[in-house]
């Protein structure tokens, strides 16, 4: 049902990976303009598909298995893209002369995988409920 927590979870990874993008830079460039999830098509892609992973989840609150599926495959892609924002923090790093800050908005997969989890735990709980109730009949 809608109303249950893993939805909710599932709610905040949503806004986390398809709101929160467009507001908080990922980084500020030594120039000083900030460098937002737009620039990049592969960042694109992947909130998108995070994002788009969200959605369905949302969607399919009938389906315990495929909704857990769903989440496992969206913790991946915020895994993904988690390693490509430490690896370009890290080139980041190396600069000598002009320092460029790192933005809030690479800590969001965090937060979403986070979600993501507690989210999956609470499925299990659901679905461990519906077996015991299931074996009691």
Known sequence: ???RIQTIYIAIAFICSGILP???PLWTLSSGKEFYFMNTIAYQLLFGLSTTLSLLSIISFKKRQ??????????IL?????GLFV?????LSGETV???EKGIGMFLPIVSI????LANKAIKKDEDLVKSVDRLR
């Open 87 to 91: 690896y370009r923090a890290l080139n």
């Open 98 to 100: 002009t320092v460029s």
């Open 1 to 3: 049902m809608l109303q």
């Open 66 to 75: 495929q909704q857990f599926v769903f989440n496992r495959l969206n913790m």
């Open 22 to 24: 467009f507001v908080f």
């Open 114 to 117: 986070v979600m993501l989890v």
């Open 78 to 82: 915020n895994l993904i893209l988690l």
